[in-house]
């Protein structure tokens, strides 16, 4: 397998890295991880960690895209190999990596079925999005999705092939049962709270629905490993590929361009063994969920809170929207409530280490040379402010305190569903039918569409309301 990573600034040609097809044939590991979801983050993050590790020669990928098949083919066309473009404040550094050595439309789901039935197979990993698993405001698989039920009617005839992420899973889950291959670990690499389990409720809840057999056979032999993971990877843009070009004089299709920081705290069992992920700074640990709640609320809240208020404000980039003193004093606002509920007995022993977190933060943020779109991020809010916002509202409110910063996160989201040209969230329609009533009943209802039990509390509708509108354009 060729990797390499050189640092362009001040180096000859003859370091930078190629996509050297002829090497890659000769030497391509084989498949023993299946991917659902091939997106920028996947290859800068899982893939990335896969090809640094002491034994990647034995560990290939086969990645299947999930909204876009044409990520597929590009990548195809490069046999896997693609070039990784770190992007700091000072310059970009070039790796091209090797792990992926499959790269498929997420349809073929018979291909997806050989794959995760094979004996050597022995993880699968998703990045599918936090909307994809279909888990209601209940925590429960809601098998009354259309997308959900359609598979579900799907896999009851046998006549067709599921069209969701999840429905694919459960199709291939079962071919590996009827192949007697064993047990194998399925990892949510999805910004989730106890990912492993939401993952461990789409799938059971789908198995249940289809067919009880599965569903037990899924409980004695697919462990849910739960984990924390970070890197910001922006969309792949034209002029990133014309970067890679410019700088290492080949044309690559389907680079990624990433920050070089790096994270992944993980948590459970592969029951078939594993990557020696933790060569490439990977951490395991017994408890992930300070480590989870510290990602979730302080980045992800972050960057919620910036993509609502940012957008709100005229701005396009995260970098733009915290350079905004108004955007920047929420957000300092919302880490200290994040903090809070961080520290003493929240962080379970575990050193968190919140200042020089945030200070991190916030550096990571500035990277102006990384254009993070505010609009990619406000997508699915109604998904993502239960993780980012409702449990540091709740946190507060229970130790007597108003969670102001936390609902201001709430609001903006609100204003932006009314005032945004593109709302895309899997509520989108309930969300704009809620928008047409008024006052308190309008917040009550979009509140309600994200946890009901919030919605109910008097108190909370009137602070959202109240904080409505604090972030108008400015003139
Ligand atoms: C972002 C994340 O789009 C979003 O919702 O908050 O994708 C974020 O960039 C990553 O979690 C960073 O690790």
Sequence with gaps: MSIEQTDVTGKTAESLPQLDR???????????IVHLGLGAFHRSHQAWYTSQASDAADWGIASFTGRRPDAALALAEQDGLFTLVERADGGDSFAVVGSIVEAVDGADVQRLAELVSAPATSIVTLTVTEAAYRIGADGQLDTTASDVAGDLALLASGSGNPSTPLGRLVFALAARRAA??????VVCCDNLADNGTVARNAVAGLAQAWDAELAAWVEANVSFVSTSVDRITPRTTEADIAAVEAACGYRDNSPVVAEPFTNWVLSGDFPAGRPRWEDAGAVFVDHIEPYENRKL????????????????????????????????????????????NLSGAAAGGADLQIPAYRAALL???????????????????STKLRMRAMPVLLAERAQGRSGAAAALMIAAWIDFSAAAETFHDPLATEVAAANQLEGAERVRAVLALVDPAVAADDAVVELVSGLLGTFPADA
């Design 22 to 32: 002829t090497l890659h044939a000769a030497a391509k590991p084989p498949v023993r």
């Design 180 to 185: 007697g291959a064993g047990p194998l670990a």
């Design 297 to 340: 609320w302080l980045l992800n809240g972050a960057h919620s809170l910036l993509a609502y208020a940012g957008q709100l404000r005229g701005h396009t980039t995260v970098a733009q929207a915290l350079a905004d003193p108004q955007c920047l004093i929420a957000v300092e606002s919302f880490w200290d409530e994040a903090e809070a």
């Design 363 to 381: 550096a990571r943020f500035s990277n102006a040379r990384i254009a993070h779109h505010l609009a990619q991020i406000a997508m699915d809010g």
